[in-house]
């Protein structure tokens, strides 16, 4: 079994290493052994066709990298700013100014009417929380998102961090979110599927007494801001799309300490949680190896 990559001009060709019982990529429902193994199957062609899933070359990967440094340099610049008395208006500008330093453009701003080059999101705020002239406070929590283009690749990935001492419901929301995406990436290898990550964020997430929010999910990166597939972070094991070498998408559960519910604010863009719970965020952007994943916004979860 093989699929078509392209590096540069140039077509090489890789084996297909999926666990034998495992679904069958082309959707059939059959196990892999009983449907395409034996086919000469381009299934570069037939994701691209089937589900307008652009797999990346080696050579694509290594440009979303790049971006994915600058994306983690950002983060850990926020991360040595971030104490009470701060704005989120001055973490804006902090991201802005060290994306365009290194070359590359924030992908937020201006994008779809968005007015600033980061996402920064307190407390109840889910995600998409706009910078502005609010001062963060001691035992806050705030999720700070950061995309950069670089050379026309996009990285994405966010952290929540606290702020000064935080009290143990704000504790326990961060700490849950972390482990998700940990456990939501410990999932992702050819042969599984989509819905084995959102059923992973799920289960643990429910069992610590929090919940998942549904509205907002990962997503294909990298030629795009957003590209198929969409990746929920609750789900069903087994369903859903096929993973296979050369997918990247983002792992970016949001998960609230109280209901699921979110309610969208008069700025259009700010998700707050419908009950006022805390919510907190992690998220990488995720490559779907030949044997397993590797993360192209690493840090230590």
């Given at each position: 079994?093989?699929?078509?990559?392209?590096?540069?001009?140039?077509?090489?060709?890789?084996?297909?290493?999926?666990?034998?019982?495992?679904?069958?990529?082309?959707?059939?429902?059959?196990?892999?052994?009983?449907?395409?193994?034996?086919?000469?199957?381009?299934?570069?062609?037939?994701?691209?066709?089937?589900?307008?899933?652009?797999?990346?070359?080696q050579e694509d990967v290594e440009k979303i990298k790049e971006a994915g440094k600058i994306a983690l340099g950002a983060l850990?610049?926020?991360?040595?700013?971030?104490?009470?008395?701060?704005?989120?208006?001055?973490?804006?500008?902090?991201?802005?100014?060290?994306?365009?330093?290194?070359?590359?453009?924030?992908?937020?701003?201006?994008?779809?009417?968005?007015?600033?080059?980061?996402?920064?999101?307190?407390?109840?705020?889910?995600?998409?929380?706009?910078?502005k002239d609010r001062i963060l406070l001691e035992g806050d929590i705030v999720n700070v998102d950061v995309t950069p283009i670089?050379?026309?690749?996009?990285?994405?990935?966010?952290?929540?961090?606290?702020?000064?001492?935080?009290?143990?419901?704000?504790?326990?929301?961060?700490?849950?979110?972390?482990?998700?995406?940990?456990?939501?990436?410990?999932?992702?290898?050819?042969?599984?599927?989509?819905?084995?990550?959102?059923w992973a964020i799920q289960k643990y997430a429910e069992s610590q007494g929090c919940s998942v929010v549904r509205e907002f999910?990962?997503?294909?990166?990298?030629?795009?801001?957003?590209?198929?597939?969409?990746?929920?972070?609750?789900?069903?094991?087994?369903?859903?799309?096929?993973?296979?070498?050369?997918?990247?998408?983002?792992?970016?559960?949001?998960?609230?300490?109280?209901?699921?519910?979110?309610?969208?604010?008069?700025?259009?863009?700010?998700?707050?949680?419908?009950?006022?719970?805390?919510?907190?965020?992690?998220?990488?952007?995720?490559?779907?190896?030949?044997?397993?994943?590797?993360?192209?916004?690493?840090?230590?979860?």
């Open positions: 079994m093989i699929w078509d990559c392209q590096r540069g001009v140039k077509t090489y060709k890789m084996k297909l290493l999926i666990n034998i019982n495992a679904p069958c990529p082309c959707g059939s429902g059959k196990k892999y052994k009983k449907c395409c193994m034996k086919r000469d199957v381009d299934f570069k062609d037939f994701y691209l066709k089937r589900y307008r899933i652009r797999l990346k070359s850990d610049l926020v991360e040595r700013h971030i104490r009470p008395g701060i704005t989120t208006e001055f973490i804006d500008r902090l991201v802005h100014e060290f994306i365009v330093k290194h070359g590359a453009i924030p992908a937020p701003l201006n994008y779809k009417g968005f007015p600033k080059s980061v996402c920064v999101s307190v407390n109840d705020e889910i995600c998409h929380g706009i910078p670089l050379d026309g690749y996009y990285a994405d990935t966010s952290k929540t961090f606290c702020v000064g001492e935080v009290g143990d419901d704000a504790l326990k929301i961060v700490n849950v979110a972390r482990e998700c995406l940990k456990r939501g990436i410990s999932m992702v290898r050819p042969g599984n599927t989509i819905g084995d990550i959102g999910v990962g997503h294909g990166v990298g030629f795009e801001f957003h590209e198929p597939p969409q990746v929920p972070h609750y789900g069903k094991r087994g369903k859903g799309i096929v993973l296979i070498p050369g997918m990247v998408f983002t792992i970016e559960p949001m998960i609230n300490l109280g209901g699921k519910e979110i309610r969208i604010l008069e700025d259009n863009w700010t998700a707050v949680t419908k009950d006022g719970s805390l919510s907190a965020q992690f998220e990488q952007t995720i490559l779907v190896t030949d044997k397993g994943y590797e993360s192209l916004t690493p840090y230590e979860i």
